[in-house]
């Protein structure tokens, strides 16, 4: 065992973490105001559900030996998951350690698809289609992608750190979820403009900085391969933001804080398949694609009748399809020999099987979205009531405010001035 990786791995579980509160914020400055802790709620309720039910058997489903569609139960309740490493994964770092750092993975991927449903969908509900999803969609497609016989890895699709497990899944699942409850009732909600543009910064910037920990620690050690995945990060990112503001500024000539901040998530997801096999230059054109295919989507899709609330399809959904199909493009087995080589390279199969790959994740997370969430309404219902959309979901759900007034009208914060 090699403490180096180890002490690595557990930094990058860290810092994966931290990305659903930085979803938090981001979801939460993004709403209105009397949504925001519904909004936060949503993001930071994963943490508490999806890591227990990740103990108890989400965790033995994904990545225990079993057939290459789902995970035996041996780990189940994190039996024999111990301090030593498992070579099935990793001989350098405690096989506890890579539980954790995929657990953090796993919390973070339900709350994604919240984005598209905030404002109109009850707690209570909303509680229980993530904990479903998780063990129902997240746990298999994860096997399929990452498991020791996942049907996916074995046919050779390449998946970094999530492409099609967690963003592809979100993001279709995000859209089916935004057919299923319907769009917000027309008060003007649906029009409102970001109502703390400060948090939707913080937020982004608070996924910029996990999402090292996202995809370098998906290396699994602290090594050349780890780098090359920070580095391909960054520039995707920051790719993606130049394209997003340069569209904003010969489409409207008035760049916002919003886009620019919604860009760089786009170039994070972008990248997540890829980030690890392909080099920084062609991490540069992937940013820019992506976030070039995602502002022409979100433009589309505004003029049409669906509800995706926070844009989560546009999003993550196109994000994660476009990068894991130009890994196909991309790919090459000079920066990463454990990868394969892509079209420029003189294998245009693994575009055919990254193609393949992201249509079987598309379909089985809309199939299991939609069952899921017809099931739920059938045991709570899924929609607020009408008194949400007249005094705030936050009150309705929750009993609390982010912002309180008092009778001259002074902005309250937490009940304090």
């Given at each position: ?20 509160p930085g979803l938090a914020f981001f979801y939460g400055g993004l709403v209105r105001e009397r949504q925001v802790v519904n909004t936060i709620k949503m993001s930071f309720i994963a943490l508490g559900l999806i890591a227990v039910l990740w103990a108890l058997v989400g965790y033995s489903l994904a990545f225990s030996p079993g057939n290459g569609l789902i995970g035996g139960l041996g780990w189940r309740g994190l039996e024999g998951v111990t301090a030593e490493p498992n070579p099935l994964f990793s001989d350098s770092i405690p096989h506890l350690a890579f539980m954790a750092f995929q657990m953090m993975f796993a919390i973070i991927t339900p709350a994604l698809i919240s984005g598209a449903v ?300």
């Amino acid at each position: 065992m090699n403490t180096g990786n180890t002490a690595w791995i557990l930094a990058c579980a860290g810092l994966v973490l931290l990305m659903t509160p930085g979803l938090a914020f981001f979801y939460g400055g993004l709403v209105r105001e009397r949504q925001v802790v519904n909004t936060i709620k949503m993001s930071f309720i994963a943490l508490g559900l999806i890591a227990v039910l990740w103990a108890l058997v989400g965790y033995s489903l994904a990545f225990s030996p079993g057939n290459g569609l789902i995970g035996g139960l041996g780990w189940r309740g994190l039996e024999g998951v111990t301090a030593e490493p498992n070579p099935l994964f990793s001989d350098s770092i405690p096989h506890l350690a890579f539980m954790a750092f995929q657990m953090m993975f796993a919390i973070i991927t339900p709350a994604l698809i919240s984005g598209a449903v905030v404002g109109r969908m009850k707690f209570r509900a909303y509680a229980l289609f993530i904990s479903a999803w998780s063990l129902v969609v997240y746990c298999p497609l994860a096997h399929w992608v990452w498991g020791p016989d996942g049907w996916i890895g074995v046919m050779g699709a390449l998946d970094f750190a999530g492409g099609t497990v967690v963003h592809v899944s979100a993001g279709v699942s995000a859209l089916v979820a935004a057919i299923v409850l319907g769009p917000r009732r027309r008060d003007g909600e649906a029009e409102a403009n970001p109502h703390n543009v400060p948090f939707v910064v913080l937020g982004a910037s608070l996924l910029w900085f996990g999402w090292f920990g996202f995809n370098a620690g998906s290396a699994l050690a602290a090594d050349g391969l780890a780098s090359l995945a920070f580095v391909t990060t960054m520039l995707a990112a920051a790719a993606a933001v130049v394209t997003w503001v340069g569209i904003e500024m010969g489409y409207t000539g008035k760049p916002s804080a919003t886009g620019a901040a919604i860009a760089a998530v786009v170039g994070l997801v972008t990248i997540t398949p890829a980030a690890g096999f392909v080099t920084p230059m062609a991490a540069i054109v992937i940013g820019a694609v992506g976030a070039a295919m995602s502002y022409g989507t979100m433009s589309l899709l505004r003029r049409t009748a669906l509800d995706d609330t926070l844009d989560v399809f546009a999003c993550h959904g196109v994000g994660g399809i476009v990068g894991s199909v130009l890994t196909g493009v991309f790919a090459t087995t000079t920066v990463n020999p454990d990868g394969a080589n892509g079209v420029l390279f003189g294998n245009p199969e693994l575009l055919a099987v990254q193609t393949l790959s992201v249509l079987v994740a598309a379909a089985f997370a809309a199939a299991g979205t939609a069952a899921i969430l017809l099931i739920v309404r059938g045991l709570t219902g899924l929609r607020t009531a009408e008194t949400a959309t007249r005094v705030g979901i936050d009150l309705v759900e929750h009993d609390e405010l982010a912002y309180w007034r008092d009778s001259s009208s002074t902005w309250l914060v937490g009940g304090e001035s």
